[in-house]
């Protein structure tokens, strides 16, 4: 049982070169989520998921695409990548029972954009 | 809007301390709390959680009561050890989606 697994673990682009983050849960999870780490703000939510085919916006969704084909994986796009993006990236997942659940997260995914 | 404000860190700490790390937030409707850790180059997961009034959450020897009169949700522990040194969030969710809303986190550091 891997849990939530993320790949690749870290990635250096350059300005407006595209990439993929991808996510994968082995737990039967209905939910998805992609969050951004930057220094002293936390974690912010860029898109989520509420099953297979669904996916909404977050807090910062600007500049980012997701695509939820699969249950257990649901992808981040950067088409054109900024140094904005510059961040660490986590994607978490949950049985989705609503405001009491627990959200399992994945070892994150280091992006430096130059 | 939904908000988590936490204390500021680095909070550095000799081994046997008492830690507090205090969290409040403003929020529509009754949110469930949530602290969650990140130890070093690790993902977040979830310490304890508590959802509704009253409510203590437990976990690993930390604790936190949700006090919807003064919208806090302070983690406590009596005796900190080394491997406690770890990025604390305190974090609320108000919706049936369960999305997240984080305070900034608060980095704990305990010496031997």
């Known amino acids: 049982n891997a849990g939530v697994t993320q790949t690749p673990k870290f990635r250096v682009l350059k300005t407006g070169q595209s990439m993929t983050l991808l996510c994968a849960q082995d737990?039967?999870?209905?939910?998805m989520y992609w969050y951004r780490q930057d220094p002293g703000m936390g974690l912010r939510l860029i898109h989520y998921?509420?099953?297979?085919?669904?996916?909404a916006k977050g807090e910062v969704p600007d500049g980012y695409n997701v695509s939820r084909l699969k249950k257990q994986n649901f992808l981040l796009g950067l088409e054109s990548a900024a140094p904005s993006q510059t961040s660490v990236y986590f994607c978490?997942?949950?049985?989705?029972?609503?405001?009491?659940?627990?959200?399992?997260f994945g070892p994150g995914t280091r992006l430096t954009v130059l | 809007g939904n908000s988590v404000t936490q204390m500021e860190g680095p909070v550095t700490l000799s081994e046997e301390a008492f830690l507090t790390i205090n969290c409040t937030y403003t929020a529509t409707g009754y949110p469930s709390l949530f602290w969650y850790v990140q130890y070093p180059g690790e993902g977040l997961q979830l310490l304890l959680k508590?959802?509704?009034?009253?409510d203590k959450g437990s976990n690993k020897g930390f604790e936190a009561t949700y006090r919807k009169e003064t919208t806090s949700f302070h983690l406590e522990k009596g005796s900190v050890q080394v491997s406690d040194s770890a990025v604390y969030f305190c974090?609320?969710?108000?919706?049936?989606?369960?999305?997240?809303?984080f305070g900034a986190g608060t980095q704990v550091v305990v010496t031997p």
């Open positions: 737990m039967n999870h209905e939910y």
């Open positions: 978490a997942s949950s049985y989705g029972q609503g405001n009491t659940d627990t959200q399992y």
């Open positions: 998921s509420v099953g297979e085919g669904t996916t």
């Open positions: 974090a609320l969710t108000t919706d049936s989606w369960g999305k997240l809303q």
């Open positions: 508590a959802t509704k009034a009253d």
